[in-house]
DNA sequence: TAGATTGTTAATCGATTAACAATC
DNA sequence: TAGATTGTTAATCGATTAACAATC
């Protein structure tokens, strides 16, 4: 392996692109740790550490905000395009479909399916739905290998198979079910309901805080 | 504060909550923490760990699946509703509007918010769209605590900054960019194109090892 | 040169795993 | 009772922070 980051890095070098791509259109050249750290809510040396690992750094100046990013899209693989089936247009894949920021991270989404088939024809965004049971077939294919489940949770498990089947071996799963697949295959889950639930414990925390609080004053 | 749970745990039990709620419809009464472990794929005694909080488990037999979710269910705060704006109602905004298992966390969107006023007047979910002026004055009078941004990266910093003055106090911030606020206001990042990067990396990172694999095969 | 800022090492902190006694 | 399974302690691992020397 060339790059074998700790799982940590990974996930904030997505944050650092985004950060360096609002200072590069600002015209920014430059940026120090402690400026890219407070915009992160992260400790300076953390972020030295993550962005050692690029080795993109000029002492006295800072980061080259061009040149690091452009070391993160290729740590990323977000110049090499990866072709998705989407699986589930209903609201949110609809909204995927016609959101146009994931080409930017090397993901072109080429076909819809859907077993509803008052839907089958439409097209959005650069994808045309088709009827579900053409996934096999149209997968082995154009050898597609990335998946995205935004189907209701009940049927993802086995959308998930077909798909392991047909061929995908990485899937990013909206669906709020933990898939059962073989290990080979790659999975993210985006459950937005548990995102909603860490919110609403802090929430909840920080009105518990609160009431003790003013218990507390004399 | 009554529980003040490690993160990491309570970033799991949303998810222990989806699985026991899967369990609970297939009628299951008890559930083992190695059941559990293999279908997260975690650790059992990590799962012991989690749960020994909830104070739910019962030895010999494993946990109570409905009395668990329902701890769960208490600790994120899930029974309480909370009312929140949306604002920014194009394609990631209608889906969210239009999803219905929010509710089962607690979230109630009651208005949603938008420049365009052509939008202005349509009905998504249980939610009307309002001109985006009238949030501040509604926000006030309606007590509202909980903002969520769906509108595109480079008006969400000021749609953030209203929301604040306003007396919204938790964003659910679904732009990519990291917001700066006061210091007590909670905010949650939903990142999609993160979790993408995400994904990309690790799908990239197989390619290189089973090339270099081949490779090292004589 | 002096000063700012990185890169890196050691120290700390928190999360996970392993092991096993407690118990139903 | 014997066996299964939790709850909990100690050990390990990985991630973050603090400190400072290297350097442009």
């Given at each position: 392996m060339?790059h074998c980051l700790?799982a940590?890095t990974v996930?904030?070098l997505?944050?650092y692109h985004?950060?360096l791509?609002?200072?590069?259109?600002?015209?920014?050249?430059?940026?120090?740790?402690d400026?890219?750290a407070k915009l992160?809510s992260?400790?300076p040396s953390?972020?030295r550490?993550?962005?050692?690992?690029?080795g993109?750094?000029?002492?006295?100046?800072?980061?080259?905000?061009?040149?690091?990013?452009?070391s993160?899209?290729?740590?990323?693989?977000?110049r090499?395009?990866?072709?998705?089936?989407?699986?589930?247009?209903?609201?949110?894949?609809?909204a995927?479909l016609?959101y146009r920021g994931?080409c930017?991270?090397?993901?072109?989404?080429?076909?819809a399916?859907?077993?509803?088939n008052?839907?089958?024809?439409?097209?959005i965004?650069?994808?045309k739905?088709m009827?579900?049971?053409k996934?096999?077939g149209?997968a082995?294919?154009?050898g597609?290998?990335?998946?995205?489940?935004?189907v209701?949770?009940g049927?993802?498990?086995?959308v998930?198979e077909?798909?392991?089947?047909?061929g995908?071996t990485a899937?990013?799963?909206?669906?709020?079910?933990?898939l059962e697949?073989?290990?080979?295959?790659?999975i993210r889950n985006e459950?937005?309901a548990?995102g909603?639930?860490?919110?609403?414990?802090?929430?909840e925390?920080?009105?518990?805080n609160t009431?003790?609080?003013?218990?507390?004053?004399?």
């Amino acid at each position: 392996m060339v790059h074998c980051l700790p799982a940590a890095t990974v996930s904030r070098l997505p944050l650092y692109h985004q950060i360096l791509k609002s200072l590069l259109d600002r015209g920014r050249d430059f940026v120090s740790s402690d400026t890219l750290a407070k915009l992160m809510s992260i400790d300076p040396s953390l972020v030295r550490k993550d962005l050692a690992s690029l080795g993109s750094g000029t002492q006295r100046l800072g980061y080259h905000v061009a040149t690091t990013m452009a070391s993160i899209e290729t740590i990323l693989g977000m110049r090499n395009t990866k072709e998705a089936f989407l699986v589930g247009v209903g609201s949110l894949g609809r909204a995927l479909l016609a959101y146009r920021g994931f080409c930017d991270y090397g993901l072109k989404i080429v076909a819809a399916f859907d077993t509803d088939n008052s839907k089958v024809g439409q097209t959005i965004g650069d994808a045309k739905v088709m009827a579900a049971e053409k996934l096999p077939g149209l997968a082995r294919r154009l050898g597609i290998r990335m998946g995205i489940i935004t189907v209701p949770a009940g049927v993802a498990q086995h959308v998930a198979e077909v798909m392991v089947e047909s061929g995908i071996t990485a899937i990013w799963n909206f669906a709020p079910v933990m898939l059962e697949v073989p290990e080979f295959v790659l999975i993210r889950n985006e459950n937005l309901a548990a995102g909603l639930a860490r919110l609403s414990y802090d929430y909840e925390q920080r009105l518990n805080n609160t009431k003790e609080g003013e218990g507390e004053q004399p």
